[in-house]
């Protein structure tokens, strides 16, 4: 009695085994009716994601808030992940605004808006995806072969040309909390433009609206060089602001940019000294 006993606890401890390594490790020869994983594991914590709102902010408890603008560029080591091939940024930026999942606004200057960035315009997604081809001219032809005619169509992009982001944020005081933060208001992927075979320098291509593209980069993993489960998205690393950066404009009353009075390693300079001066107001907020 006793043998049959010991002998039942243990089938039933190898079948209970086996069916949890089936269900973790699917180890089955025999054909799937589904998809199967791809890994050990099923990644769904980031795929499921929600946004985390912001506190909420009062006009009346801003006691101190400083608009900045500042470029991300893909070629610095700690930003590498953001042109990662497997989830590059504008990829993602891309998919979105195609899908109609995400909104692109025209950053052509006008009267209203010289910075081109108030988020005025909508542009279609034919638009935005026009912003980064060069045109190229497609000859028609009839029937017979002759060439009747011509039209203008936008070249193929390609994602590894972008290699800067702007952002567009506000630094702010909260009294209500006693918190100061930055909190980001808007991304645009830059390009060179040229007029008149004149070099205009790296323009925003369009901006998209940050707190919208919350929702979209939530469910976005971010790739590591060291570590395939990060457990990071691309909400998660810009809200942290594991990224490197530089100024390139503040708030200010003749609304310059650094590089309007600055000029070579000035220029850095001058970023750095934007940035320490925000640094140090939160430090002087209080006493030790």
């Known amino acids: 009695m006793m043998k049959k006993l010991c002998l039942w606890v243990f089938l039933g401890l190898f079948s209970s085994a086996g069916f949890a390594q089936q269900a973790a490790l699917n180890n089955s020869t025999t054909p799937q009716p589904e ?5 050990y594991y099923k990644k769904s914590n980031i795929a499921e994601a929600k946004v985390t709102p912001y506190a909420n902010l009062r006009e009346v408890d801003v006691m101190y808030a400083k608009r900045v603008w500042r470029e991300i560029d893909l070629r610095d080591k700690m930003n ?3 042109a990662s091939p497997k989830a590059r940024l504008i990829d993602i930026i891309m998919d979105a605004v195609m899908s109609g999942e995400l909104t692109a606004y025209d950053a052509a200057s006008t009267k209203e808006d010289p ?10 997604p034919q638009q935005a ?14 029937e017979n072969g002759q060439q009747i005619g011509s039209h203008v169509e936008a070249g193929e992009f390609n994602p590894d040309s972008i290699i800067k982001f702007r952002i567009k944020e506000d630094w702010i005081f909260d009294k209500q909390r006693s918190v100061f933060e ?9 390009v060179k433009v040229t007029a008149a075979g004149q070099d205009l320098g790296e323009q925003p291509a369009f901006w998209i609206y940050f707190p919208e593209a919350r929702h979209i980069f939530v469910t976005k993993e971010v790739v590591s060089r060291n570590n395939d489960a990060t457990g990071l998205s691309y909400d998660d690393i810009f809200m942290k ?8 404009k503040e708030s200010n009353p003749d609304d310059l940019r650094i590089k309007d009075y600055a000029q070579g390693i000035d220029k850095l300079y001058e970023s750095e000294r934007v940035k320490e001066e925000l640094l140090n107001f939160e430090h002087d907020l209080w006493s030790y």
Request: proline share 8%; glycine share 6%.
């Open 115 to 124: 910075n081109g960035d108030k988020f005025t315009s909508i542009l279609t």
């Open 35 to 39: 998809r199967p994983v791809d890994g």
């Open 129 to 142: 995806m026009s912003k980064f081809a060069d045109s190229v001219v497609v000859p028609e032809f009839d």
């Open 182 to 190: 930055p909190r980001i208001i808007g991304i645009a992927p830059l």
């Open 80 to 82: 590498r992940a953001y």
């Open 241 to 248: 602001r594991i990224f490197a950066s530089y100024i390139v």
